[in-house]
T-cell receptor, first 118, second 112 residues
Framework: GAVVSQHPSRVICKSGTSVKIECRSLDFQATTMFWYRQFPKQSLMLMATSNEGSKATYEQGVEKDKFLINHASLTLSTLTVTSAHPEDSSFYIC??????????????FGDGTRLSIL | DAKTTQPPSMDCAEGRAANLPCNHSTISGNEYVYWYRQIHSQGPQYIIHGLKNNETNEMASLIITEDRKSSTLILPHATLRDTAVYYCIVSAGSGNTGKLIFGQGTTLQVKP
């Protein structure tokens, strides 16, 4: 089945550091990928839609200069948390859909990246 | 905001069927019903989806009412490993409009 790989799985770094998270679709192509954030005991919150070859679309309240998204190929999207601070500590998850699988093809999720900012 | 309503929690005995309800009274004609589950500290796992017909796969069955305003996910023989948060989501599917908006889901606890 469709597999989405996310790397790294865990990051611990100092405040002020920028952190890059990669999301890859391993056996299919995806023109669109999605980035979510999940705080403890809460549901997933959609942050942005990553579009291959064009700018990402951010949800209301998400700072585009804080969370840089690059979708340079049909199998890779990256999320960079710039100048991270403790309040950015969260579980970041990406998803992607096989664009060749039809309109209803489900999204598949990566295993998430747990980011801890000290 | 999520366009679905689910009970916050449910219990189920191991080996019995787990029936998880979902209300989506404002669903549009082009929207599908998707079910995902999330086991602690992992990404959501796709379970099943449907438009208007009932669906079955190796994991579960999905029953959608004729008016499409509600659905039920059925895990026929629940095991302890099925303990998770289950999310019912309606979405148009492809492209930008196909983004998934997660509600609070149902926490299913399967008990021995």
């Amino acid at each position: 089945g469709a597999v989405v790989s996310q790397h790294p799985s865990r990051v611990i770094c100092k405040s002020g550091t920028s952190v890059k998270i990669e999301c890859r679709s391993l056996d299919f192509q995806a023109t669109t990928m999605f980035w979510y954030r999940q705080f403890p005991k809460q549901s997933l919150m959609l942050m942005a839609t990553s579009n291959e070859g064009s700018k990402a679309t951010y949800e209301q309240g998400v700072e585009k200069d804080k969370f840089l998204i690059n979708h340079a190929s049909l199998t890779l999207s990256t999320l960079t948390v710039t100048s991270a601070h403790p309040e950015d500590s969260s579980f970041y998850i990406c998803s992607a859909r096989d664009q060749g699988g039809g309109r209803s093809q489900p999204q598949h999720f990566g295993d998430g990246t747990r980011l801890s900012i000290l | 905001d999520a366009k679905t309503t689910q009970p916050p929690s449910m219990d189920c005995a191991e080996g019995r069927a787990a029936n998880l309800p979902c209300n989506h009274s404002t669903i549009s004609g082009n929207e599908y019903v998707y079910w995902y589950r999330q086991i602690h500290s992992q990404g959501p796992q796709y379970i099943i989806h449907g438009l208007k017909n009932n669906e079955t796969n190796e994991m579960a069955s999905l029953i959608i009412t004729e008016d499409r305003k509600s659905s039920t996910l059925i895990l026929p023989h629940a095991t302890l490993r099925d303990t998770a948060v289950y999310y019912c989501i309606v979405s148009a599917g492809s492209g930008n409009t196909g983004k998934l908006i997660f509600g609070q889901g149902t926490t299913l606890q399967v008990k021995p």
